[in-house]
Each structure stands twice: as C-alpha cells, then as structure tokens.
C-alpha cells in the first residue's frame, strides 16, 4: 500500500486524502458527521436553502422554510441595509417572544439596574421634563392626583376589572382642571385596552389566561 492510499478518508467510498492532521481516519466531512451525530457515513436530505428564491421577489424563510415574497420580510440595517432578514416576520416574533421568555428575568434586572443608575435617572429626568413640556395638563393632573394618594385623600383601589393590586390612574373624562380626581384604577393591561393600544389578537390571549385562573 502505497503513501497515496493511506491518506485517503476510510468512509466507505469517499476518496478525499487527508492532511498532515488526519481526525481519526477521516476527512473533515465525514469526522463532523462522526462527532455530531456519532455515524460518518449518515446522509440526512438537503433542506431548501433560506434566502434562495423559488420566484422572482420571493426568499424562503429559514424558519418555517415556507417561500414568501421578500415584502413580508424585515429589511436589515447597517452593511446589508434593505436586505431582507433570515426570516419572515410571523417567524420573527416567535423567535423574538421566546428570547423574552427564556431570558425574562435577566432583561427585567438589567432594566432595573440601569433605572437605579445615573445614566439611567438622567434619561428618566429629560423624559419627565419633556412629558411636562409636551402634556402639561395631563402631567399637571397626574402630580395632583399623585399627592393626594400620598396625603392620604384619595385611597389606591385594586383594579376594577381584574382585582389586580397593581394600577395605573386611568383619567376617562380627560386631564382637564376639574377632573383630575375622576379616574379608574386599571392595572397595566386593561389600562392600555381603554387606551385602545392593544392588538386584538393579545387582547384575546391575556384575557384567556385571566379566565383560567
């Protein structure tokens, strides 16, 4: 047997020849078969490749590898600026709302943590400062109502829809001078619903874990 021969791959019928550092016998081809599913000789079927079209303005999503036209795809920034992304937006969320709930509570303390921060008091102060400047009435109307939770006068209630003891000060008859004590206490969720700035779809999803408890 010659130097040639024994270079070679010893995967059944391949005739690649090996470098100087051979992985077990194998070329680099059949050792990550080896390494990654334990058989080098195991061939799965070609996927679609994402990003290749199957029509013109179309781009196969790498999640559900369904082909879509290029509009139903975010375009990217930076570099590729107006490329469309990997995947389609319905695939997007998904992938974007399990990120959120596998990485929950370190997004919520690093938010926290950068509240109690100075950087963070700064952005709060301006955002405060403009919010006065923009809504003066409405900010006006939530300081009053603020300080006379804190005095005492008007008294926190849970919230009228849900009994969550978690509420915001929802004012449904405007911010106007006269009615800045004519509010609802609604938590965070059904707040925003009387604000109309929540989709139909989570609306349905939130209230049908609310009525399974």
Same mark, same amino acid.
């Given at each position: 047997m010659n130097d040639t021969?024994? =270079?070679?791959?010893? &995967?059944?019928?391949? @005739? =690649?020849?090996?470098? %100087?550092? +051979? &992985?077990? !016998? #194998? $070329? +680099?081809?059949?050792?990550?078969r080896l390494t990654r599913h334990g058989d080098?000789? /195991?061939? #799965?079927p070609s996927r679609p490749r994402h990003g290749m079209p199957n029509k013109p303005g179309e781009r196969v999503c790498a999640r559900c590898e369904v082909s879509k036209p290029v509009a139903d795809y *975010?375009?990217?920034?930076?570099?590729?600026? !107006?490329?469309?992304?990997?995947? $389609?937006?319905? $695939?997007?969320?998904? /992938? +974007?709302?399990? *990120?959120?709930?596998?990485?929950?509570e370190k997004k919520l303390a690093t938010k926290r943590e950068y509240k109690r921060s100075d950087a963070g008091r700064e952005v709060q102060r301006r955002a405060h400062l403009n &919010? =006065?400047?923009?809504?003066? @009435?409405k900010e006006a109307a939530r300081v009053r109502l603020r300080?006379?939770?804190?005095?005492? %006068?008007i008294q926190r209630q849970p919230c009228q829809e849900c009994g969550n003891p978690k509420v915001d000060a929802h004012h449904y008859l405007g911010y106007e001078g006269e009615h800045w004590k004519d509010v609802l206490w609604l938590c965070r969720f059904h707040h925003f619903k009387?604000?109309?700035?929540? *989709? @139909? +779809?989570? /609306?349905?999803?939130?209230? !049908?874990a609310l009525n399974a408890r």
């Open positions: 021969e024994q =270079r070679l791959c010893k &995967a059944l019928g391949c @005739e =690649r020849t090996l470098g %100087d550092h +051979s &992985a077990k !016998g #194998y $070329c +680099s081809m059949h050792y990550k080098p000789h /195991i061939v #799965y *975010t375009p990217r920034r930076g570099k590729q600026e !107006g490329q469309p992304l990997a995947y $389609c937006r319905p $695939c997007q969320n998904l /992938i +974007s709302k399990e *990120t959120y709930v596998k990485h929950r &919010a =006065r400047a923009k809504y003066p @009435e300080s006379a939770v804190n005095r005492g %006068d009387a604000h109309g700035r929540l *989709t @139909e +779809s989570y /609306i349905k999803q939130v209230e !049908g």
